[in-house]
């Protein structure tokens, strides 16, 4: 619900937001209230304005997890359970068989446990806004983000964490609390004599960042009857089984920045800006402080004399910029050497904490720069009827950071972590915008965005910090195949998929492998080592794109969004582990039962392994959001009832592609994309009615 008023001086917004989701896995319900206040006044014959805005959202969610939402473990554990085995044994307990590598019984996961997370994010933000004389405006603006979270968790008895691990019940607690400030004065100033046009805007920002966090567990409970409402009764904390901790870290950023706007004629534009910044983050290190400068430059082509009797262009611009962008370490204190407790020794019959080191120091510590140049073209023809923008950009990323061996002595710690590494994209951004039709009851807007990227590692090493290896490898497989699953390595893209190549099966369904020679190598032939890996593929798409339709006739109206994505693999986990016929004590898919290669069914005595077999081309094309509504013809006599609007949509509507998982929209983030992980929350597709009404 969303309330608007107010007059000229003074205008009001507010509104009221409550979801409450039934998740489609037990135990994964979320509930969540957004409430916003925005307040705007004018004083003074308008020269004086005062904002005052707060947004608040509190979540409360159900978890099966200790500290998380969603389990995915039980997911997986319901995926691979035998069909045919009880849910419960005669006398009513759930059946289990713990002796089974990582095989509980789903149900019992569930209903054996208990927990919610919840959490109330608050942002208070207000601004001054003063012109003291024309064409000067200072301003101050400042807001507080407060994010608080507490957390609990437990397991009955008979959960199988007392059953196979003699827990004899489990809980937890933990609490979250972030505080972020922000603080920004700035003056602009403008100006227009003739033809020109001319903003200088100078400001000071500052920020300040307080995480703190607080956790504990306890088993060896008496009852189950307290859940996680009263830990201090289990025993494990009094005999020091159970671990508990508490964490605080803080860091600040101060920035001065300066901008400057010129147009002449509408015609030749440019922008400059500069940004000068420090981090606490950066403590020790010579260069604290980052210096990041930008420009850009605009030319309206259809505006010049030799465009003029052009007539089908409304807009024609040229775009041209060059800018730099810095990025602080995540982690603190970097910079400097550390100590950390670690063990006990006695001492004169006193146990005394010892102290190890924990880092190196590092004064070559400094900022990560993203140095990007850009060039564009933004049209529009025929009133509108046709416009887009078309974008080439080249970003070079330089003084990534890694860990990298050091020796020692002379230093303290094995390894310091240094800004050596630098990456490369570049890559086409296309937006198109038609009205393909437009009438008086009809209007139909559509939208075609096209987007590809390129990226490389370019670089590992300085004259500092150098590696045995131009490459280092990263994914994880999960037990109990237990082996990494991409390789970084310099002048290639990010995201390569690295393991062994089947190329065929033989008579007995073992695999056939091709080695590095190109060469066909069968199973009990192949050495298996780690020089007979390869590339397998690459988990990020080459091609990107979307096409979204908007439609309007007489009170009607349609919206339909598609997007795609292409030139990619995925490694299907599901396929990996269920289907293997020689896994008998589990579930598996029904196509463990068909032919490798359309010969045989796969070896009962070829083990589960991750191979090109099952990297998979993730291509697909979806209909994602499809919103039909109608806008209700209210009497004239109404007069409570202003709108009325009535829709159907879905989401996740239809999706089209080759790729054998269920969903090919997998985890993209980080150093290994494309793993289709076996524990993630299903996709689903969602039908929603709704009604809108304006009082």
């Not at 509104?15 to 925005?38: M, V």
């Not at 073209?377 to 970003?395: E, P, Q, T």
């Not at 039709?437 to 004259?463: A, H, I």
């Not at 509504?629 to 006599?637: A, D, F, H």
């Amino acid at each position: 619900m969303t309330l608007r008023g107010g007059n000229a001086t003074t205008n009001y917004l507010a509104n009221g937001t409550y979801r409450y989701f039934e998740g489609i896995f037990l135990k994964s319900d979320n509930r969540t209230f957004t409430g916003r206040i925005d307040v705007n006044h004018n004083m003074f014959d308008s020269r004086l304005k005062l904002n005052v805005g707060l947004l608040s959202s509190n979540n409360r969610y159900t978890t099966l997890t200790d500290g998380g939402s969603f389990s995915g473990y039980t997911y997986r554990q319901a995926v691979i359970q035998n069909p045919t085995q009880p849910i419960t044994n005669a006398d009513g307990t759930w059946y289990q068989q713990p002796g089974l590598f990582n095989y509980d019984n789903p149900l019992a996961r569930i209903y054996e446990s208990d927990g919610e997370n919840k959490s109330l994010n608050t942002r208070y933000n207000g601004s001054l806004t003063w012109l003291p004389i024309d064409r000067l405006q200072l301003k101050a603006l400042a807001s507080l983000n407060q994010f608080n979270q507490t957390r609990g968790y437990a397991e009955t008895k008979q959960h199988i964490s007392t059953i196979r691990d003699g827990r004899n019940g489990y809980a937890s607690r933990g609490t979250q609390a972030v505080t972020d400030r922000l603080l920004e004065l700035t003056a602009n100033y403008d100006h227009n004599f003739g033809a020109h046009r001319l903003s200088v805007l100078g400001g000071y920002s500052y920020q300040d960042n307080v995480y703190e966090d607080y956790f504990m567990q306890n088993w060896n409970f008496p009852t189950d009857k307290f859940t996680y409402n009263n830990i201090g009764t289990g025993n494990a904390l009094r005999t020091g089984l159970a671990p508990i901790g508490s964490y605080k870290g803080a860091w600040n950023l101060v920035g001065f920045f300066g901008r400057l706007t010129y147009n002449y004629e509408d015609k030749y534009l440019l922008l400059a800006s500069v940004r000068r910044e420090a981090s606490s983050k950066f403590v020790g290190a010579n260069q604290p402080w980052g210096t990041f400068p930008a420009v850009s430059l605009g030319w309206r082509i259809n505006r010049e004399g030799f465009m003029r009797d052009v007539k089908v262009f409304d807009d024609l611009k040229l775009r041209a910029g060059y800018g730099v962008t810095g990025t602080a370490p995540d982690d603190l204190f970097l910079g400097v050497a550390r100590l950390n407790y670690s063990g006990f020794f006695l001492v004169n019959g006193t146990w005394v904490p010892s102290l190890v080191p924990a880092s190196n120091p590092n004064p070559y510590l400094r900022w990560e720069e993203k140095r990007e140049t850009n060039i564009g073209l933004d049209f529009s023809l025929y009133k509108g009827r046709v416009s887009g923008s078309i974008d080439l950009y080249n970003r070079e990323t330089n003084g990534l950071l890694y860990d990298y061996p050091v020796p020692s002595p002379p230093n303290l710690f094995g390894i310091t972590r240094a800004n050596v590494g630098s990456m490369r994209n570049r890559g086409v951004e296309v937006i198109v915008n038609v009205v393909p039709v437009q009438t008086k009851s009809f209007v139909w807007n559509s939208s075609v965005n096209f987007s590809t990227n390129q990226n490389r590692l370019t670089s590992l090493t300085n004259d500092l910090y150098t590696l045995t290896n131009d490459f280092f490898n990263t994914g994880y497989t999960g037990e109990p195949i237990q082996t990494y699953t991409s390789r970084v390595r310099v002048g290639q893209p990010i995201g390569n998929f690295y393991g062994f190549k089947v190329v065929d099966v033989g008579a007995d369904g073992k695999w056939i492998y091709e080695n590095r020679e190109g060469q066909q190598v069968p199973y009990d032939q192949f050495a298996h080592s780690d020089e007979d890996k390869m590339i397998l593929g690459n988990g990020l798409p080459r091609y990107y794109a979307g096409w979204n339709n908007n439609l309007r006739y007489k009170n009607f109206d349609l919206a339909v969004t598609m997007r795609g994505a292409f030139g990619y693999q995925i490694l299907n986990f599901q396929r990996m582990y269920y289907e293997n016929p020689g896994v008998v004590q589990y579930n598996q898919l029904r196509s463990a039962q068909e032919p490798v290669f359309g010969k045989v069914v796969l070896n009962k005595n070829v083990p589960l392994e991750y191979n090109s077999y099952y990297v998979e081309n993730g291509d697909f094309w979806k209909i994602d959001n499809v919103t039909l509504g109608y806008n209700v013809n209210l009497p004239t006599s109404s007069k409570i009832i202003r709108n009325a609007r009535v829709y159907v949509s879905t989401l996740n509507t239809f999706q089209f592609t080759g790729y054998k998982g269920l969903d090919p929209e997998v985890n993209r983030g980080g150093l290994a994309p494309g793993l289709d992980d076996r524990d993630k929350y299903p996709s689903v597709r969602t039908y929603t009615f709704g009604l809108n009404l304006t009082f």
